[in-house]
C-alpha cells in the first residue's frame, strides 16, 4: 500500500505540491497526468525518497519513507528516468549489472548468481546483441531501453516511471511501455508513471491520478478520469474524447483554436 | 605492483654519489635482520646515504604519489569531473598556507619535525571546510559550485602564499621552493607519518568504488539505486583531502599527479573503480618515484623542483591524452 497523506512540497520558494493525498493499492498499473508545472515529477520524487516532503506524509508498506534506509528502499523500489542513462564508458551489460547494487555487500558480492537474470533482462529487450558496447556508443532509445533493464535486474516491486518515453519515437514507446506492461502483469508488480501522453495513459494504465498546480483534481479509471470536461478544467483545452476501436479506452483528439467545433 | 617494485630497485641505484650498484645492493641487503652480523666494508656515511637518504626519499615518493593518485581518483569519483584533483578543489593551495606562513617566521620546527606536516594537514582541511561550506546551497552540494568554489578559494589563498613570498627577502627560496614541490631532504620520520593514511586511505577509498561507478550514471541513478549520496561524496572528499593534505606537508606541492593518474588508469581499464582505485595508487606511485628519480638525477648535483617537473612532464602528456581520446571517440 502507498499512501501520499496531504503532501506540501516548496521548491525555491514556489509550492509545487500543495496538500496531495491518494493511496495506490499494489498490484496495479497507475498512472499520473496534468499539465507543466502540476507537480508530477516532484510527487514521484517524493514516493522515490530522493526529496522528502515539507508537511505531511509518504508512507510506503505502514512506514514513512523517510524510515527507510537508501539500500532498503532500492530493494523494492525502482525508477526509470526521463532522461535515461548518460553517454558513459561503461558497456551496456556492466550498467545493467549495476542494478544488482542495493542487493550487494559491501564487498559487491551477493548470495544469489545474479548472471542468469542479466541474460534474462538483455534479452527481453533485444539487447544481446549490444551487451559489449559502450553506453556512449547507443542511441537515446537504446540507452533507455538499457535503463530499464537495469530497472528489472534490480527486481523492484514497485516502479516509478517518470515519463520514460518523451525522448523515444512511438515505436520505442510502445516497445518500453509494452515490456513494463507485461512484466507488471507476469509479477503483479506496483507501477506508478508520469506520462505526458494521455492517450497512452488511457491504454496502459488501471487508473489515473490528475495533478493541477500542485493539487489533486481527479482519480479513477482513465474513462472516469479523461472526460472533456476535466481535460478543459484542467488544460485550458476542448479535446474530443473518442473510444479507441480496440480497447475501448478513452482517445484525445486535440482541436486547435479556430477549428470549426461542429461538422 | 611488479612494476612498482621494479621502478623502485632501479631509482635506489641511481644517485648524484656516485655509488656502484653492487655497493648500493649489498648496504641495503645488510640491513635484513639476518644478515646483520656479517663484516661491512663501507663507511657509515655511505651506509647512512643509502639507508638514511636514498631509501626513506624513495619510500617518500611512493607514498606521497600513492596518495595523490588515491586522492585524484576520489576527487573525479564523486566530484564527475574531469578537472577535479586535490589542486582544483583549493586543498594544497590551504596546506601551502600553513606551510608557508610557518616558514615566513620560522617557525618551522617550533615543535619539532612535525609542526610543518601538521600545520599545512590543519589549514588544508580548513580550506576544504572552507569550500564545502561555499558550495554548500540549501543542504546539498552541486557539483559545478563545489569546483567554481574551489577555483576561488584557491586563486585566493595563492594570492596571500604570493604575499608571503614577497613579503620575505631573506627566506624567500625556501617557501618558493616548498610550493614548487621536492622530497629533499626528507627522513624516516616522514615515512612514518605518511605510511599509515596511505595504508588506510586505499581500503578506505577502495570500499566506495561501486558506489563511485554508479554516480557515473547520474546522482539521482545512484541514489535509486540504493546509494546515500551525500553520505558518499562527504566520506570520499574528507578522505582524498586527508591524503592529499598529508601529502603535501611532506612534499610539499607536486601538481599533476592526482589529475593524470586517474585518467591515464582509465583509458588503460576502462572506467571501473573497483580497478580505477588500487592502480591509481600504485600508478601514483610509480609515477612520482620516476619523477623524483629524474629531478635529482638530471641536472645532478642541481635538483629540479618535483612539482616543476610533473608538471612539465604531467601537462603535455595530459593534453595529448585527450587529443587522442577525442580523435578515438570519432572513430568509433
Same mark, same amino acid.
Given at each position: 500500500?502507498?499512501? @501520499? ?28 497526468? $496534468? ?44 525508477? +526509470? ?16 549489472? &549495476? ?40 542511441? =537515446? ?26 525522448? +523515444?519515437?512511438? $515505436? ?52 472516469? @478520469? ?15 474524447? +473518442? ?14 483554436? =479556430? ?5 | ?8 630497485? @632501479? ?79 583549493? @586543498? ?32 588544508? &582541511? ?49 617557501? +618558493?621552493?616548498?610550493? &614548487? ?19 588506510? $586511505? ?35 572528499? &574528507? ?94
Amino acid at each position: 500500500m502507498i499512501d @501520499v497523506r496531504n503532501a506540501v512540497k516548496q521548491i525555491g520558494g514556489s509550492l509545487v505540491l500543495d496538500g496531495v493525498s491518494f493511496s495506490l493499492a499494489e498490484g496495479g498499473m497507475y498512472g499520473i497526468i $496534468g499539465p507543466n508545472g502540476a507537480g508530477k515529477s516532484t510527487l514521484l520524487s517524493l514516493l522515490s525518497g530522493v526529496e522528502t516532503a515539507g508537511a505531511g506524509a509518504v508512507v510506503l508498506r505502514g512506514k514513512s519513507v523517510r524510515s527507510y534506509k537508501r539500500k532498503d528502499l532500492a530493494r523494492w523500489i525502482a525508477v +526509470l528516468q526521463q532522461e535515461g542513462l548518460p553517454m558513459t564508458a561503461f558497456t551496456v551489460r556492466e550498467v545493467v549489472g &549495476m542494478g544488482r547494487f542495493p542487493h550487494q555487500n559491501w564487498l559487491g558480492s551477493e548470495e544469489k548468481d545474479a548472471g542468469g537474470l542479466i541474460e534474462h533482462a538483455l534479452a527481453t529487450l533485444g539487447l544481446m546483441e549490444l551487451a559489449e558496447r559502450r553506453l556512449s556508443e547507443l542511441s =537515446g532509445g537504446e540507452r533507455q531501453r538499457v535503463a530499464l533493464a537495469k530497472v528489472m535486474v534490480q527486481e523492484p516491486e514497485l516502479i516509478l516511471l517518470d515519463e520514460p518515453t518523451t525522448y +523515444l519515437d512511438i $515505436g520505442h514507446q510502445l516497445q518500453l511501455l509494452d515490456a513494463v506492461r507485461d512484466w507488471q502483469k507476469r509479477k503483479q508488480l506496483t507501477v506508478v508513471a508520469v506520462l505526458h501522453d494521455l492517450n497512452l495513459a488511457a491504454q496502459y494504465c488501471d487508473r489515473l491520478l490528475v495533478l493541477a498546480r500542485g493539487k489533486l483534481e481527479a482519480e479513477g479509471t482513465p474513462a472516469d @478520469v479523461l472526460t472533456e470536461e476535466t481535460i478543459c478544467r484542467v488544460y485550458g483545452t476542448h479535446p474530443i474524447v +473518442l473510444r479507441h476501436p480496440d480497447s475501448n479506452a478513452p482517445q484525445v483528439l486535440l482541436r486547435p483554436r =479556430g477549428a470549426p467545433a461542429n461538422l | 605492483m611488479l612494476l612498482l617494485i621494479l621502478s623502485a630497485v @632501479v631509482s635506489i641505484s641511481i644517485g648524484s654519489a656516485g655509488y656502484p650498484i653492487s655497493k648500493v645492493w649489498a648496504i641495503i641487503i645488510h640491513q635484513l635482520p639476518w644478515n646483520r652480523g656479517e663484516a661491512v666494508e663501507w663507511s657509515a656515511l655511505d651506509e647512512a646515504v643509502v639507508i638514511q637518504v636514498r631509501l626513506s626519499r624513495i619510500l617518500i615518493g611512493v607514498l606521497v604519489g600513492a596518495c595523490l593518485g588515491l586522492a585524484g581518483a576520489g576527487f573525479q569519483g564523486v566530484l564527475r569531473n574531469p578537472l577535479a584533483d586535490p589542486y582544483t578543489l583549493g @586543498v594544497a593551495s590551504g596546506s601551502s598556507i600553513g606551510a608557508a606562513f610557518l616558514i615566513l617566521f620560522g617557525l618551522q620546527t617550533a615543535v619539532g619535525i612535525w609542526t610543518v606536516p601538521f600545520v599545512a594537514f590543519v589549514t588544508g &582541511m580548513a580550506t576544504i571546510f572552507a569550500v564545502f561550506w561555499l558550495a554548500r546551497q540549501q543542504g546539498q552540494m552541486r557539483i559545478e559550485t563545489l569546483v567554481l568554489a574551489g577555483v576561488i578559494v584557491q586563486a585566493f589563498l595563492g594570492a596571500f602564499v604570493s604575499f608571503m613570498i614577497s613579503m620575505s627577502d631573506t627566506v624567500v627560496n625556501e617557501i +618558493l621552493y616548498w610550493t &614548487m614541490g621536492s622530497l629533499s631532504k626528507r627522513n624516516w620520520e616522514h615515512v612514518t607519518l605518511v605510511l599509515p593514511f596511505a595504508a588506510v $586511505g586505499l581500503p578506505a577509498i577502495a570500499a566506495f568504488a561501486q558506489p563511485m561507478n554508479l554516480l557515473v550514471l547520474g546522482e539521482r541513478q545512484a541514489a535509486h539505486l540504493g546509494v546515500n549520496v551525500e553520505r558518499t561524496k562527504l566520506i570520499v572528499l &574528507m578522505i582524498s583531502t586527508l591524503l592529499t593534505a598529508v601529502a603535501v606537508s611532506v612534499s610539499g606541492v607536486i601538481g599533476f599527479v592526482g589529475l593524470v593518474v586517474p585518467h591515464l588508469i582509465r583509458l588503460i581499464v576502462g572506467p571501473d573503480y573497483r580497478l580505477v582505485v588500487p592502480l591509481s595508487a600504485i600508478f601514483g606511485g610509480i609515477y612520482v618515484l620516476w619523477a623524483d628519480t629524474l629531478a635529482r638525477t638530471a641536472l645532478s648535483p642541481k635538483e629540479i623542483p618535483l612539482g616543476v617537473l610533473t608538471a612539465l612532464i604531467g601537462a603535455p602528456f595530459f593534453a595529448y591524452l585527450l587529443k587522442r581520446r577525442k580523435a578515438g571517440l570519432k572513430e568509433g
